[in-house]
Structures are given as structure tokens and as C-alpha cells.
């Protein structure tokens, strides 16, 4: 690799920029409200849920953490993942109906409309923040790790 992109790197990613944002444009005015924005007007089936829900969970860091530790210290070591098969039960079954009765598409406007608008305004803060300096800058470094 000679660590520099060429005149068709550039291309490429411009195109598939324009790309999104032309597909982005010819579908902004089918959601006309906050429900068509956050959950598809509810019109999404149970499998591309389950699908977008284990494609945020996937990571350039899963592919190099589980499959490195799982070599080095066996198959155990992939265990954890069954917890969030349990935790996204308990959030489906338990958790989510009452959410949907509440009116709240985000956890954050929950607490505002719960608490007060500080609350919401601290969750925010502190979860971007949070995600930023562990899952983001993780990702990043093993993707460079895999690339490399």
C-alpha cells in the first residue's frame, strides 16, 4: 500500500456521496411527521428490525476482539453476546410496550417528559460523549487495525 488515494479513490467516494444524498433527496417528502421519520409511519416488519438492530450491534471490533480472544481463549469468550440476545428480549417484551404507551420515540424525551428538560439535555450529553471516547474511537482504531 502506498498510503495515499489516487484520482479514482476520490471518485468513488464522491459518487457514492452524491449517491446518498440523491436517494436521501427523492425520499425526504414521503415522511411528512415524526412517527414516518423515526419508525417508518410502524410499518416495518419484524425481520428488517431484527436486521438494523444486529447491524448497529456489528463493528469493525467485533470481528478483531471476539475473533482474537475467541483464539486465544476459546469459544467462551463469545458468551457475552447471548446477554444481549436476553437484554434485547427484556427491551422488546417489557420495556418497549411502555415506551409506545408513553407517546416517546427516544429514551432522552422520555426523561424530559418524565422529569424535566435538563434531564434530557444531561442524557444526551453524556451518552454522545461516552460513545464518542469508547465505541467510536474503539471502531476506528480496529478498522485500521483490520485494514492494515
Do not use: C
Not at 475467541?70 to 469468550?77: C, E, I, N, R
Amino acid at each position: 500500500m502506498t498510503g495515499s488515494l489516487s484520482t479514482l479513490d476520490f471518485v468513488i467516494v464522491a459518487v457514492y456521496f452524491l449517491l446518498v444524498l440523491a436517494i436521501g433527496f427523492s425520499f425526504r417528502k414521503r415522511g411528512t411527521n415524526r412517527t414516518d421519520y423515526f419508525l417508518a409511519g410502524r410499518h416495518v416488519g419484524w425481520i428488517a428490525i431484527g436486521a438494523s438492530l444486529f447491524a448497529t450491534n456489528i463493528s469493525s471490533e467485533h470481528f478483531l476482539g471476539l475473533a482474537g480472544t475467541g483464539s486465544k481463549s476459546g469459544l467462551a469468550v463469545g458468551q457475552f453476546e447471548w446477554l444481549a440476545v436476553l437484554i434485547l428480549l427484556l427491551l422488546g417484551w417489557v420495556f418497549t410496550p411502555f415506551y409506545l404507551k408513553s407517546g416517546v420515540f427516544t429514551m432522552p424525551e422520555f426523561l424530559e417528559r418524565r422529569y424535566n428538560p435538563a434531564a434530557r439535555y444531561y442524557l444526551s450529553v453524556v451518552s454522545i460523549i461516552a460513545y464518542v471516547l469508547t465505541k467510536i474511537s474503539i471502531a476506528l482504531y480496529a478498522g485500521g487495525i483490520l485494514l492494515n
